[in-house]
């Protein structure tokens, strides 16, 4: 009889060994923009995504600005036909706002090789208005720096800024040829490289300030680490990976790469930089330093698409886009091929929202993936916590197959007792392997359950507009920071990051084993923040915490 049970127990732990919880990205729909490239990364909202094309050479055709919904439905499109046809400035949207120079809606800016910057209403793609800047040599091809009211640009042989309320411009001074020669800003001033193996400080008020001689072009905005800038330079032959110290006036030279570097990008505390050579990922302290290499070839944009996650388009004919994870000391942890049906060069990266990751490539094919939002836990492909605990599947149902035959094979051989031993340990890793799935089910009934009790959450002196809408309350001592009237969020943190967006809040998370926490809001933490759904607290990471399409949330301290 004891033998019986122990097969009846056995059969059960086999049944109920957890599968893996991956979710593949699904190719939704696809459009054919060409025949010029997507070299920007398309640009994303809560219902459309924006792409431009580049590189006409010959024809009739003429660079153009497109929004698409989230289906694949063309909303509207732009064509200038005034451009001197290299178009690579990266697209900025931003929300409606006001400053010292007045008020503005909600806009798409969009700089043109011709000298022109034009802003956009984002929902019909109408112009709100449109600046000149002096069209010496390539224009503007550089990513725009927002700073509260203003935009400030690298003009195609210097720098411009602008008030976003009517694009009337403060000032243009004259700098030198530049090529994607984003602009930085520190309390110092406005820096921006140039072609001419500059690297140029102006004032705020549009001074030249001063200019340093650096090996060769500046192709990129210089990145801001507290009191240094670092440098990718393209050289004939190769690039160089420079510091420059702004307190002491001083360069430093931390690595030499190849050839035609990448737009860098902000991980965390780490800065990675690309070229034909490979992925480089630095980190600064009280010394900028060279952590990890990983050799590919990227030469275009790279995008963050998790916290210590990004994908960088692979610029070879085979294409494709390389989507990595850093761990917390900046080494590549892993990494892995995105492939489409249509890979080949390109130099945009992914645009990214919950649900969708919109990619482009030279071929001027804008694609867009879905998840398969059914699923109780849509998991990030970039995440450490799905990976890890796919890997730790993987290892439990090895170990417990193997306790499985250890059972039987002592069962058949009359030991009963050690069959039970070694099966109550099989029992106890099982519920291990289980825990993580029994918290997001649990995670998701409490939410269902509240789901529905929303109006007792709701403030009678908020808007009517914002019923049936998705609602965010920040809870300071001093006091409440509220944002309504959103909507398309599926989890917390994809929420929580937008009210924190429109209201000018910053946040700071920390990404464990167990999911993403905030850790910080507008530089107050104290004890730490908890999230209320509705009136009921968060069980689980905000990634993990599924939402409906009406919901209060809350964030209060603890």
């Known amino acids: 009889m004891r033998r019986w049970s122990l097969l009846i127990v056995g059969v059960l732990l086999a049944v109920a060994l957890p599968p893996s919880s991956a979710t593949p990205w699904n190719l939704a729909w696809q459009q054919d923009v060409g025949p010029g490239y997507l070299t920007t990364t398309p640009v994303v909202d809560e219902s459309r995504v924006y792409v431009r094309t580049s590189g006409f050479w010959t024809g009739v055709e003429r660079p153009e600005v497109l ?17 001197m046809q290299h178009d690579m400035s990266p697209l900025v949207r931003l929300q409606a706002g006001e400053g010292p120079c007045g008020a503005w809606p909600e806009l798409l800016l969009v700089g043109w090789t011709n000298g022109e910057l034009m802003a956009f209403h984002p929902s019909n793609g109408t112009l709100y208005w449109t600046a000149t800047t002096t069209p010496v040599s390539r224009g503007i091809t550089g990513a725009p720096l927002v700073e509260s009211d203003k935009v400030t640009v690298a003009t195609g042989n210097g720098l411009a800024r602008f008030c976003l309320a009517d694009g009337e411009m403060d000032f243009e001074v004259e700098l030198s040829i530049g090529w994607r020669n984003g602009v930085s800003a520190t309390h110092h001033g406005y820096w921006v490289g140039s072609e001419d193996n500059r690297l140029w400080r102006v004032s705020h008020n549009g001074t030249v300030v001063d200019s340093w001689n650096v090996s060769g072009s500046i192709r990129h905005a210089p990145v801001v680490v507290d009191d240094r800038l670092l440098l990718h330079v393209q050289e004939a032959t190769s690039s ?23 737009v860098p990008l902000r991980v965390g505390e780490n800065v990675v930089f690309g070229d034909s050579a490979g992925l480089t990922t630095v980190r600064c302290d009280s010394a900028c330093r060279v952590v990890d290499a990983l050799p590919t070839k990227v030469n275009g944009e790279m995008s963050l698409v998790s916290s210590s996650g990004f994908m960088a388009p692979v610029n070879t004919p085979q294409g494709g886009w ?17 492939s489409t049906p249509h890979d080949g060069y390109g130099t945009s990266a992914a645009g990214r929202t919950a649900t969708h990751l919109f990619l482009g490539n030279d071929a001027g094919v804008l694609m867009a993936y879905r998840t398969n939002t059914s699923q109780i836990d849509v998991p990030d492909p970039l995440s450490g916590p799905e990976d890890e605990a796919n890997h730790l599947a993987v290892i439990g149902t090895f170990g417990l197959t193997t306790g499985l035959a250890v059972v039987a094979w002592f069962g058949k051989n ?38 529905n009790s929303s109006q007792t959450d709701w403030n009678s002196s908020w808007p009517e507009s914002w019923v049936g809408t998705q609602v965010v309350v920040f809870e300071f001592s001093e006091s409440d920071v509220v944002v309504g009237g959103l909507g398309a969020h599926s989890d917390v943190w994809s929420l929580t990051q937008e009210a924190a967006a429109k209201s000018g809040l910053l946040l700071e998370s920390t990404d464990t084993s167990l999911g993403v926490y905030i850790t910080t809001i507008n530089g107050t933490s104290d004890s730490g923040w908890e999230y209320f759904i509705n009136g009921e607290r968060g069980t689980v990471s905000v990634d993990r915490a599924l939402i409906d399409d009406t919901v209060v949330l809350r964030w209060r301290l603890v």
């Open 67 to 83: 929004a698409f919904s989230h289906e694949g439905e063309q909303i509207w499109s732009y064509t200038n036909n005034n451009t």
């Open 240 to 262: 160089v990976l420079v510091v420059y110290n702004i307190t002491s006036a001083t360069f430093q030279t931390l690595a030499q790469l190849g050839p035609s570097p990448a």
């Open 322 to 338: 390389l989507m990595v994870r850093l761990n917390e000391t900046g080494s590549f942890e892993n990494h892995t091929q995105f």
């Open 414 to 451: 009359g030991r009963v007792r050690d069959a039970w031993r070694v099966l109550t340990l099989c029992t106890v890793v099982l519920g291990v392997l289980m825990l993580p799935d029994l918290s997001t089910s649990w995670n998701n009934a409490l939410t269902n359950e509240a789901s």
